[in-house]
């Protein structure tokens, strides 16, 4: 357990209730309850639909308060570590090897991958992904298809195995607004994939919910998709990012094979290094995010996004999502879908859905034949905070527009050969409409 969940504990307990009541606060909606199971396609709740809250400036989408700054806190006043300003604060955090961080990781805390303009955004930071595709079937690394391309000890340090024949990045992604893209109900997925054209048509992956005994929904978090849950991605990434265990992931991952956790001369704390506090800050912390705010939307870009949509580019890159009703219960049952994110308008540019464009990674979502099919496959990339990023698609290889749309094959072949059919006005329309995003 980290040092500052040490120092606060039993006042959490003492306080728990009051907690719970004030997050309960914030589920204020029209009494009904619903599942996401049971919502009809999006545009019947459209009309009671507001815009989300948008911009790149540290503040609270209102899902939670504010807040002090967290160093203004003192431990008497701790209660309020569930405030916007002291969960970023957790998210920012430096782990140390007294945290639990490694014996492996990629990095010290989720900071590190996630801030380009405000914390929350996307980054420069690659992920290195390695295995083994045999003639049937692929096979991880020793230590998983993860490369960590760090330790806590010499000995420890990951190289790839010259074996392997699978070798990609995978580029840190944005998490801003991810609250609202939590909130969009399965049916809405599946409603957009149901109306793409059959060449064009998505892969909803249905992931479980770890926080709900392994409950299936559509995943929409993670390059291939592979997480439904904010919780759940944020265990996730505590683990393989950055070595730390929670009660949703407890195990310890190894090097190269070897195992190296609690009880052993390269990790002194036992397992799971988290009770679980952490993981919950940083999924509330990227609840409460605002989306990426457009940048100044001109005659030009607008006249652009006419293009972008007239080639196909929209099929995929969908501009518009509503989230789910206030009140909605989502994730298995362990979350519902409070005021500040139900019934909202985003513009993520994105179905969350997995397709072949042709650049995939070969790395299958798990290393068994029912997933085998998901090798290729990489998710929507959104676009939303596009000209805050100069490195794209999923590895970050592509360094413009032009070069990412080049790469687009499979799926997207006849978008991307209907661009470089355009005329060179067309072109230029188009490319202000991408730097507006």
Not at 198 to 222: C, D, K, Q, Y
Not at 276 to 292: E, L, N
Not at 305 to 317: K, Q
Request: charge should be negative; aromatic fraction near 8%.
């Amino acid at each position: 357990m980290k040092t500052h969940v040490k120092i606060v504990l039993a006042v959490l307990v003492v306080a728990a209730t009051a907690v719970t009541a004030q997050k309960r606060d914030r589920f204020k909606h029209d009494g009904k309850i619903r599942n996401e199971q049971e919502l009809a396609a999006p545009e019947v709740f459209v009309a009671n639909a507001t815009e989300a809250e948008t911009g790149f400036d540290n503040q609270t989408n209102g899902y939670l308060d504010q807040g002090p700054e967290f160093e203004t806190l003192t431990d008497e006043s701790v209660v309020a570590l569930r405030s916007f300003n002291d969960n970023r604060f957790i998210f920012d955090e430096v782990e140390t090897v007294q945290d639990g961080l490694g014996p492996v990781y990629n990095a010290q805390s989720c900071r590190e991958c996630h801030q380009n303009v405000v914390t929350g955004g996307a980054s420069q930071i690659t992920e290195q992904r390695t295995g083994r595709q045999g003639e049937n079937e692929f096979f991880e690394s020793l230590g998983g298809t993860i490369l960590h391309s760090r330790a806590t000890h010499p000995d420890l340090v990951e190289l790839v195995d010259p074996g392997d024949n699978v070798r990609t990045f995978r580029i840190s992604t944005n998490v801003l607004g991810s609250g609202y893209v939590e909130a969009v109900s399965n049916e809405t997925l599946l409603s957009i994939r149901d109306q793409q054209p059959r060449h064009m048509r998505g892969v909803a992956l249905e992931t479980p919910i770890l926080e709900a005994g392994n409950a299936a929904r559509i995943g929409r978090f993670g390059w291939k998709s592979q997480h439904a849950s904010l919780e759940s991605f944020a265990a996730d990434a505590y683990l393989n990012e950055m070595g730390i265990t929670s009660p949703l992931f407890p195990d310890e991952n190894t090097s190269r094979g070897n195992y190296v956790g609690f009880g052993t001369e390269f990790d002194p704390v036992p397992d799971p290094e988290d009770d679980g506090i952490d993981v919950i800050v940083f999924a509330d912390f990227m609840r409460s995010t605002k989306a990426p705010s457009r940048g100044e939307i001109t005659a030009d870009a607008l006249a652009g996004e006419t293009v972008f949509n007239s080639i196909g580019c929209n099929n995929c890159h969908v501009p518009t999502l509503v989230t789910s009703p206030p009140g909605t219960v989502i994730n298995g049952g362990a979350f519902v879908v409070p005021e500040a994110l139900g019934d909202k308008i985003i513009h993520p540019y994105s179905d969350f859905l997995l397709h072949d464009i042709g650049s995939g990674d070969g790395v299958p979502v798990q290393s068994t034949p029912e997933f085998a099919f998901t090798a290729n496959l990489i998710r929507t990339a959104p676009l939303w905070g596009l000209r805050t990023r100069s490195r794209l698609m999923h590895d970050g290889q592509s360094f413009t527009h032009v070069e990412a749309i080049r790469r687009h094959k499979g799926q997207a072949r006849r978008s991307a050969r209907a661009y470089f059919q355009l005329s060179d006005e067309e072109r230029q329309l188009m490319r202000a409409f991408l730097d507006s995003l």
